[in-house]
């Protein structure tokens, strides 16, 4: 009797392990099988040479090397392809087709931001400020604040700021925040009290602005437009703050050791390195008051040196 209970005993632990197994393959090959259903829902794209040739965004050089989207992640993005300036190491999306507002508006806010749907967000409640991602983002508000040079008598404006965490802690009085997902406005507004405008419509000047981590995001052509209207709105004299990932270090890293591994840069439709970002920011007439600087060219220093995990630049108008 004992040596069947036993036996009994050791069987069910054999099924329980086999059907964890088989649990484990089904996951994994549905998560293969919608990927791949995906991609085949969504044709390859093309773009011509001669309109890559013409995206001279960050460099004049000709000198460019052509791949596939080098991230895994999202369907949208994977079956893309990706243009790599040799001269600095900068890297882009050439062509999209799809609805790029939309997709990070709707898709992108609900499956990769999913914490800033916690309404009230700014609640004890809230277990997101549990959290380390938290507590990095708070580092990195702080960090921006101190750069802008933020008081009570200036006016701040935070582009693309999701949740608004440099306006909940910053001293200035007057607040403005441009924020393409929707889900964030009602905290901006309601919780913060802060103003949420088109930059594209509204007339307003300020005294520090915040782009943190949101270039990245855009189309390579809507860039230099972007940062353009930026110099228009900011007051002389007055900060801006740009703060981007490390992307084309990223992606020379990748290219060298021919390895995906911790690249984790998506969807982002742009991979700065600091000769590109320097160069995107002087061609708007931007004064350039420091910048981190990657490992993509040693030993070359553009200007004053900020050390930081992410690309920092710090610009200023006359």
């Known amino acids: 009797?004992?040596?069947?209970?036993?036996?009994?005993?050791?069987?069910?632990?054999?099924?329980?392990?086999?059907?964890?197994?088989?649990?484990?393959?089904?996951?994994?090959?549905?998560?293969?099988?919608?990927?791949?259903?995906?991609?085949?829902?969504?044709?390859?794209?093309?773009?011509?040479?001669?309109?890559?040739?013409?995206?001279?965004?960050?460099?004049?050089?000709?000198?460019?090397?052509?791949?596939?989207?080098?991230?895994?992640?999202?369907?949208?993005?994977?079956?893309?392809?990706?243009?790599?300036?040799?001269?600095?190491?900068?890297?882009?999306?050439?062509?999209?087709?799809?609805?790029l507002s939309h997709y990070y508006a709707k898709i992108y806010a609900s499956h990769v931001q999913s914490f800033r749907k916690f309404y009230p967000f700014y609640s004890n409640d809230n277990?997101?400020?549990?959290?380390?991602?938290?507590?990095?983002?708070?580092?990195?508000?702080?960090?921006?604040?101190?750069?802008?040079?933020?008081?009570?008598?200036?006016?701040?404006?935070?582009?693309?700021?999701?949740?608004?965490?440099?306006?909940?802690?910053?001293?200035?009085k007057t607040?403005?925040?441009?924020?393409?997902?929707?889900?964030?406005?009602?905290?901006?507004?309601?919780?913060?009290?802060?103003?949420?405008?088109?930059?594209?419509?509204?007339?307003i000047h300020v005294d520090g602005i915040i782009a943190s981590h949101f270039l990245e995001h855009l189309f390579i052509e809507e860039l230099p437009i972007m940062i353009d209207r930026l110099y228009k709105i900011l007051n002389p004299n007055g900060i801006l703050v740009v703060e981007v990932p490390r992307g084309g270090e990223a992606i020379s890293k990748m290219k060298k050791e021919k390895s995906r591994y911790k690249i984790m840069y998506e969807p982002h439709t742009i991979s700065f390195s600091t000769r590109g970002l320097y160069n995107i920011m002087k061609k708007s007439n931007f004064i350039i008051k420091g910048i981190t600087h990657d490992n993509i060219f040693e030993g070359e220093k553009l200007c004053n040196n900020i050390e930081d995990n992410s690309l920092?630049?710090?610009?200023?108008?006359?």
């Open 1 to 99: 009797m004992m040596n069947t209970m036993k036996d009994i005993g050791e069987f069910v632990l054999t099924i329980d392990k086999m059907r964890n197994q088989f649990d484990e393959i089904k996951r994994r090959y549905d998560k293969h099988a919608g990927f791949k259903i995906g991609l085949q829902n969504n044709y390859s794209h093309f773009c011509s040479l001669e309109k890559i040739r013409k995206q001279k965004i960050c460099c004049s050089s000709d000198d460019i090397e052509i791949s596939t989207y080098p991230f895994y992640i999202s369907k949208e993005f994977a079956r893309l392809i990706y243009v790599r300036c040799n001269c600095c190491g900068t890297c882009y999306v050439p062509s999209i087709d799809f609805d």
């Open 127 to 172: 277990p997101f400020f549990e959290t380390s991602a938290f507590e990095r983002m708070k580092k990195r508000a702080l960090k921006h604040l101190l750069f802008v040079n933020d008081k009570e008598s200036q006016t701040l404006l935070d582009i693309g700021s999701g949740v608004g965490l440099s306006l909940y802690f910053a001293k200035s």
């Open 175 to 203: 607040k403005y925040a441009y924020e393409l997902d929707e889900s964030c406005h009602s905290i901006l507004q309601d919780e913060l009290n802060v103003r949420m405008i088109d930059i594209f419509k509204d007339d």
């Open 312 to 318: 920092v630049c710090i610009c200023t108008k006359k």
